[in-house]
C-alpha cells in the first residue's frame, strides 16, 4: 500500500466480499466427515416446569436412531456445568447444565437429545421422547422477580438475585443532589431482542477414539477462549485434546462468542459414540436458545445547577439475566455498562447500583456494543430531559457539560481513564454537515404548517478491545484475552 494513501475518511473495499457473495463461504454446516450423525434436541415446551420423567424407548427404536442421552447420562458421563467467565463478588453461581436435570426453566430449555443417521430421522425421533412435567408457576420480569412472592429459579439463589454491585461516590452523589437547583428523573426500560444472524449456529464434532483427541467446528467468535472453556470447565479434558476450528461464522454481533449447550452436548457425544456428530440450529431454536439483549430496567436522576451543568447523575439498574448466567452476563451488559454511564460529559458525581436477577426466560449476555448502548441511552436521554427542563437547545447543554481537551487523561467516576478526545470539535463537525441553524430555520417553518421534522443528538464513549489478560483477570474474567491465543 503505497504510504500516501489514506485510510481514516476513504472509502476501503471489504476483503471478505468477493468470496462470501459468489456463494464460496465455507460455514460449519458445509462440512462433511465420513459417518456423520445428526442431533436433535429435545427442548422444554414450558418456561418453568420440572421434569419428572422421561421416556424415550419409542425414539430409540425408531430405524436410524444411534442413541437417545438425557442430562443424567451426561452428568454420569463427567459433563459439568456451563461456564461463567467473568466473576463478581458475592456472586450467587447456579449450575447450568447443558441438558436440564430434574427441572426445566425456560421454554427451549434442552432436556434430552436424539443421535440419528439424518437430521430428518433425529427430528422425527425427537418428537417420539415423552417428558412427562409438572408445570411451576413463572416470572418474566426482571424486577417483579425480585419481589417477595416470585417464583424460584435456582435453590442457590433464593431471591432470583445473581449479584448486586455499586459503582461511585454515594455519600458524593447524594450530597451533588442536595446542592442540585435542578433534577431530572426519568424511567427507562430498555428491552429485550434477539441477535438473529441469518445463519444459525452450528456444531460439529468429530472425536478420535485411539488419542483421545476431539475437533469441532463451531460458529464461534472467539475460538481460543471457547477452546479452554469447553475443555477445562466443561469436558474435564486437557486444553491439547480439544481443537477449535471457527469457519466463516456469518452473523454474531456479540452472540455467537459464547458457549452454549449444543456444541458440548455434540462433542461429548462423539467422544461417547466415536463417530462425528453435527448439529445445525433451525430457527425456532434460534429465537429460544440464542443468547438474547439487553432487557434493562432502569431508574436514573441527574443533577443540575442553575446554568445546566452536571452536578450528579444516580442509576438503579435491575437487569434480566434469564434463566441462567451466560458467560459474560455478570460483565459485559452489566459491568461495562455502569462504567460507562460518565460518557462524555464532566460529572463530578456519579453512582449506580446494578441487581442482576434471574427470570425464566433464555438466558441474556452481551450484544452489539457490549455495554456502552444501555449506558448510552440512559446517559443521552438524561441530557436531553435535562436541556427540556432547562429551556436550552440540547446542542448548547451538551457543550457547557463535556470534557474539554485540556482535561485529558480524565478520570471518571466509575472507574475508567479517558486518555484523550475532543468531543467539541466532533460536535462542531457534525453540526457543519447537518447545517444546524439552516435546519432549525427549515424546522421552525416546517412547524407552521402542521408538518414535523426532528433531529437528535448523541454522543458515546466507547470501551473496546479489552486487554491485557493480566487487567482483565484481575476484574474478574477467568480466562485470558488475545494474548493468550
Not at 45 to 71: F, N
Not at 182 to 209: G, M, Y
Not at 465 to 482: D, F, I, N, R, W
Request: glycine residues 8%; contains cysteine.
Amino acid at each position: 500500500m503505497a504510504a500516501t494513501e489514506r485510510l481514516f475518511g476513504s472509502s476501503i473495499k471489504r476483503r471478505e466480499d468477493p468470496r462470501l457473495i459468489t456463494g464460496k463461504g465455507v460455514y460449519v454446516d458445509d462440512v462433511k466427515l465420513p459417518a456423520t450423525t445428526y442431533a436433535s434436541f429435545v427442548r422444554s415446551p414450558h418456561a418453568h416446569a420440572r421434569i419428572k420423567a422421561i421416556d424415550s424407548s419409542a425414539a430409540r427404536k425408531l430405524p436410524g436412531v444411534v442413541a437417545v442421552y438425557t442430562g443424567k447420562e451426561l452428568s454420569a458421563g463427567g459433563v459439568k456445568s456451563l461456564p461463567v467467565g467473568w466473576l463478581l463478588p458475592n456472586i450467587k453461581l447456579p449450575p447450568h447444565l447443558p441438558l436440564a436435570v430434574d427441572r426445566a426453566r425456560y421454554m427451549g430449555d434442552a432436556v434430552a437429545v436424539v443421535i440419528a443417521e439424518s437430521p430428518y430421522v433425529a427430528r422425527d425421533a425427537a418428537d417420539l421422547v415423552d417428558v412427562d412435567y409438572e408445570p411451576l408457576p413463572v416470572v418474566t420480569d426482571a424486577v417483579r422477580a425480585t419481589e417477595g412472592g416470585a417464583p424460584k429459579l435456582h435453590d442457590e439463589a433464593p431471591d432470583n438475585v445473581s449479584f448486586r454491585w455499586s459503582l461511585g461516590d454515594k455519600d458524593k452523589t447524594d450530597a451533588a443532589f442536595r446542592g442540585a437547583a435542578r433534577v431530572v428523573k426519568e424511567h427507562f426500560v430498555n428491552h429485550r431482542l434477539i441477535p438473529n444472524a441469518i445463519e444459525p449456529r452450528a456444531a460439529l464434532a468429530s472425536a478420535n477414539p485411539a488419542t483421545g483427541e476431539i475437533t469441532l467446528w463451531v460458529t464461534t467468535q472467539n475460538p481460543h477462549v471457547h477452546r479452554l472453556l469447553m475443555a477445562a470447565f466443561v469436558l474435564g479434558i486437557p486444553e491439547h485434546k480439544l481443537r477449535v476450528i471457527s469457519p466463516d461464522v456469518g452473523g454474531g454481533f456479540g452472540s455467537k462468542i459464547f458457549v452454549y449447550p449444543e456444541e458440548c452436548v455434540v462433542t461429548w457425544a462423539s467422544r461417547a459414540l466415536g463417530r462425528p456428530v453435527k448439529w445445525t440450529a433451525e430457527r425456532r431454536e434460534s429465537f429460544m436458545t440464542d443468547a438474547h439483549g439487553r432487557d434493562h430496567q432502569t431508574d436514573a436522576e441527574m443533577a443540575l445547577d442553575a446554568d445546566g451543568h452536571i452536578l450528579g447523575l444516580r442509576v438503579k439498574s435491575t437487569v434480566n439475566l434469564g434463566a441462567y448466567l451466560s458467560l459474560f452476563a455478570p460483565s459485559v451488559p452489566t459491568y461495562l455498562y455502569g462504567t460507562l454511564l460518565a460518557g462524555a460529559y464532566k460529572t463530578p458525581a456519579i453512582h449506580v447500583e446494578v441487581t442482576g436477577a434471574f427470570t425464566n426466560t433464555t438466558p441474556v449476555d452481551a450484544y452489539r456494543g457490549a455495554g456502552r448502548p444501555e449506558a448510552c441511552y440512559v446517559v443521552e436521554r438524561m441530557v436531553d430531559l435535562a436541556a427540556k427542563e432547562l429551556g436550552v437547545d440540547p446542542v448548547e447543554l451538551r457543550r457547557r457539560n463535556f470534557i474539554a481537551p485540556e482535561q485529558f487523561p480524565y478520570q471518571t467516576p466509575v472507574a475508567v481513564m479517558y486518555d484523550s478526545g475532543n468531543y467539541t470539535a466532533a460536535l462542531d463537525k457534525a453540526l457543519e454537515i447537518l447545517n444546524y441553524g439552516a435546519f432549525r430555520r427549515e424546522q421552525d417553518k416546517l412547524r407552521q404548517q402542521g408538518r414535523y421534522l426532528g433531529v437528535g443528538f448523541s454522543t458515546y464513549v466507547e470501551a473496546c478491545g479489552l486487554a491485557p489478560s493480566q487487567v482483565a483477570g484481575a476484574l474478574g474474567a477467568q480466562a485470558g484475552l488475545y494474548e493468550s491465543a
